[in-house]
């Protein structure tokens, strides 16, 4: 069936037609979304207070980007992490329970041991700050004062006097006046040593279920059966029915005094 020519041609007239209607209703609408200016008035260039005032707003961003690694080492995280790693280690249950639950747990032990030294941080330096009444400076140094308190209290002296040696940096006349690039690193090596040395009294029970384990399957011939699986349930029913947990969690909190 041939299509006559007439109506080949009114269909491409139809089409033309209707493609320069949509353009000239395009071309009428006006332009509603404009992009927006955006002004940053950092005031005169000769000011001297404006530049201190970006400095300080620099400062400020960048300790405040550097927050959580900051919380983690000067606060009780570390020992409580490292113990429930090497707790999971002990048991062996090949990742139970999972990273986020023990970071989970771990967070929590620590806000509960932390919570009077938070509080007394909020109240010295965040709120003042907040509210205006103190320089952001000024105020993150009065909010780092409760945690430089926290650490003098758990720091090892041989650790302290030890990065004091490294720094050349002869003792402070008083704790208040240490150093924090001495401070926080004698607080971590401390932290690690305490968190490895709970770790051990966790592994040795533990250890002694897997050496009796292997012991009996190899009297009895059975050395092709992995020990680690038969001792497995051993652990699990042994930690469930001293309450291991609230054995940890509890120890944990009272090595910081609490």
């Known amino acids: 069936m041939t299509v006559p020519a007439f109506t080949r041609r009114g269909a491409w007239f139809a089409t033309l037609a209707l493609c ?25 260039g000769g000011d001297p207070g404006t530049t201190s005032r970006i400095i300080q707003l620099t400062a400020l961003l960048t300790v405040l980007s550097l927050a959580p690694s900051l919380l983690v080492m000067v606060t009780a995280f570390t020992r409580i992490i490292v113990v429930l790693s090497l707790l999971r280690g002990a048991i062996g249950a090949q990742g139970t329970p999972p990273n986020t639950v023990l970071i989970g747990l771990g967070l929590f032990l620590t806000f509960f041991v932390m919570q009077p030294t938070f509080e007394q941080s909020w109240v010295q330096g965040i709120a003042p700050m ?6 952001e400076m000024e105020g993150l140094k009065a909010a780092a004062e ?29 704790p208040d006046q240490t150093p924090w690039r001495v401070l926080m690193p004698a607080f971590m090596v401390g932290e690690l040593s ?16 897997d050496i009796v384990t292997s012991s009996v399957l190899m009297s009895l011939g059975m050395m092709m059966l992995p020990p680690a699986t038969i001792s497995l349930p051993f652990k699990l029913i042994f930690f ?3 309450d291991g947990w609230q054995m940890v969690a509890g120890g944990l909190v009272r090595s910081f005094g609490g």
């Open 20 to 44: 320069a209607l949509a353009v000239g209703v395009l071309a009428g609408i006006p332009v509603v979304a404009h992009a927006q200016s955006i002004a940053l008035d950092l005031g005169k």
């Open 130 to 135: 907040m509210d205006g009444q103190v320089e």
């Open 146 to 174: 409760p945690f430089r308190t926290f650490m003098l209290a758990h720091v090892r002296p041989a650790d302290l006097a030890t990065f004091q040696h490294l720094a050349n940096v002869a003792p402070a006349a008083t």
């Open 194 to 209: 305490r968190g490895f040395e709970m770790g051990f009294l966790l592994y040795l029970p533990f250890l002694v279920i």
């Open 240 to 242: 469930v029915m001293v």
